[in-house]
């Protein structure tokens, strides 16, 4: 669980729900807030797609906001995650990419990265990189 301000709270379910209302080609299980509603052994990342034919895990995302996006979480939460089954994406504010791929770089973490914004209509835009 990532040591995020309360006020990024909201903001970082929002994009869970954002994402997983978006990846309609898998099974999505999401882990809103505190709620433990999927795990890989004794993990809950924020959201878990498997395969629709072989139930298989495929990718495996977790959602961090600018304040948590640190050292921390890259040396606890991360690499606990990017050792997972499937494909492990972080998805971060668009500013803060830089500083994610630093610490993945620092840790020795293998992520994709995914990036968000609000848009002028208050909707939240995903960008996953290939």
């Known amino acids: 669980m990532a040591n995020r301000n ?6 970082h379910d929002r994009v869970i729900q954002a994402a997983a209302a978006n990846l309609g080609n898998w099974i999505v299980y999401s882990n809103p807030g505190q709620q433990k509603n ?16 072989t139930n298989n895990i ?3 995302i977790e959602v961090e906001t600018s304040d948590s996006v640190t050292a921390h979480e890259a040396y606890g939460q991360w690499r606990q995650y990017a050792n997972l089954p499937g494909t492990f994406y972080l998805l971060v504010p668009r500013e803060s990419r830089q500083n994610a791929a630093f610490f993945c770089n620092q840790y020795g973490i293998q992520a994709k990265f995914g990036t968000y914004w609000i848009d002028r209509y ?5 960008h996953y990189e290939s």
């Open 38 to 53: 999927a795990y890989i052994g004794n993990a809950y990342p924020d959201i878990i797609l498997t395969n629709r034919v």
């Open 122 to 126: 208050n909707q939240i835009q995903i």
């Open 6 to 11: 309360y006020l990024s709270q909201p903001l």
């Open 58 to 60: 495929e990718f495996v």
